[in-house]
Nanobody, 126 residues
């Protein structure tokens, strides 16, 4: 069983920055592919950024150049630094872990993530 706990959400003005953190339990965090998703009411949860166990990264086009994903295997954390925030970034953000992938590739399919955090709300005011 893996527990994921997000933190760092909040209210920020457009153009501002936030840093989301996700702390994971488990002794084999270094083997997990990790992802950050976001969801707004009535919409599907979408992958914003992912990082493989070997450090390969993916960014959705909507956040490319503004968001940075990183992981610290010694601390069992994955972070999402968000800069130049826009009102359209407003959403609930979720950390997710794919714990049984055999590939050092970013996991894209939502269904392949087997553990999820409770979410943290990000609100960007205009």
């Amino acid at each position: 069983q893996v527990q994921l706990v997000e933190s760092g959400g909040g209210l920020v003005q457009a153009g501002g920055s936030l840093r989301l953190s996700c702390a994971a339990s488990g002794r084999t965090f270094r083997r997990y592919n990790m992802g950050w998703f976001r969801q707004t009411p009535g919409e599907e949860r979408e992958l914003v950024s992912g990082i493989s166990r070997g450090g390969n990264r993916y960014y959705a086009d909507s956040v490319k150049g503004r968001f940075t994903i990183s992981r610290d295997n010694a601390k069992n954390t994955v972070n999402l630094s968000m800069n130049s925030l826009k009102p359209e970034d407003t959403a609930d953000y979720y950390c997710a872990a794919d714990t049984d992938s055999v590939y050092d590739l970013v996991t894209f399919r939502r269904a392949e993530y087997d553990y999820w955090g409770q979410g943290t709300k990000v609100t960007v005011s205009s």
